[in-house]
């Protein structure tokens, strides 16, 4: 059974201190995964999508990478604005033509000044 | 930068009633979606649809109903709301296959 799990559930860091969530999955044939980053309240906000081991993606103080097991946000230098609730998601090989995707629980990070 | 809403953000609704929400994308995306969301839990597929008049059930069971008349347009219906309906509902779209989705800001549901 296909399944996205993330950790950790929650997340509390000092402004500029560096971390990484972590999302692995399982999946039969992944052809996707995806990063969102969601305000309490709000729909997902889309930040990445990564396709094959060893693809990075940037942007500003986020870096998505992925392996064929696991994939890691790392935040580096955050800010209090960077507080939320990131969610992983993957879209397996069954499901390429209608797009579904497994979620992830998501990881709450906190950052405080 | 997605262009995808939903009316209305907010509801309070009693036992019973009919109840449709809103949603509508300028993006021209065929894929739509529509998605549960319990606090602190996952997001699970209750519809989607690959184009006008195309849809289908997602992997939680749900009894609510979609149409899909327009291509912008993707509206939910719950003939008669429960207590148990009460959650937060997100609409979403996407251009094209392995392209993230974009998501609606939800409509918070709760039925007294």
């Known amino acids: 059974e296909d399944q996205v799990t993330q950790s950790p559930e929650a997340l509390r860091l000092q402004e500029g201190e560096s971390s990484s969530l972590n999302c692995s999955y399982t999946?039969?044939?992944?052809?996707?995964l995806f990063w969102y980053r969601q305000d309490p309240g709000k729909g997902p906000e889309f930040l990445f999508t990564?396709?094959?081991a060893g693809e990075e993606k940037e942007k500003e103080r986020l870096k998505a990478t992925l392996t064929k097991k696991e994939s890691f946000l790392h935040i580096t230098a955050p800010k209090p604005e960077d507080s939320a609730t990131y969610l992983c998601?993957?879209?397996?090989?069954?499901?390429?033509?209608?797009?579904?995707?497994?979620f992830g629980t998501g990881t709450r990070l906190q950052v405080f000044p | 930068e997605a262009d995808i809403y939903q009316t209305p953000r907010y509801l309070v609704i009693g036992t019973g009633k009919k109840i449709t929400l809103e949603c509508s994308q300028t993006?021209?995306?065929?894929?739509m979606y529509w998605y549960q969301q319990d606090p602190g839990m996952e997001l699970h597929l209750i519809h989607y649809?690959?184009?006008?008049?195309?849809?289908e059930k997602g992997d939680l069971s749900s009894e609510s109903t979609v149409s899909r008349i327009r291509t912008e347009h993707f509206p939910l219906t719950l003939e008669s709301a429960r207590p148990s309906h009460t959650s937060q509902y997100l609409c979403?779209?996407?251009?094209?296959?392995?392209?993230?989705?974009?998501f609606g800001p939800g409509t918070r549901l709760t039925v007294t």
């Open positions: 979403a779209s996407s251009r094209s296959t392995g392209y993230g989705q974009y």
């Open positions: 999946v039969s044939g992944l052809r996707g």
């Open positions: 990564l396709y094959s």
């Open positions: 998601a993957v879209q397996d090989g069954r499901s390429y033509n209608t797009d579904k995707l497994i």
């Open positions: 993006m021209g995306h065929d894929k």
């Open positions: 649809s690959y184009g006008v008049n195309s849809t």
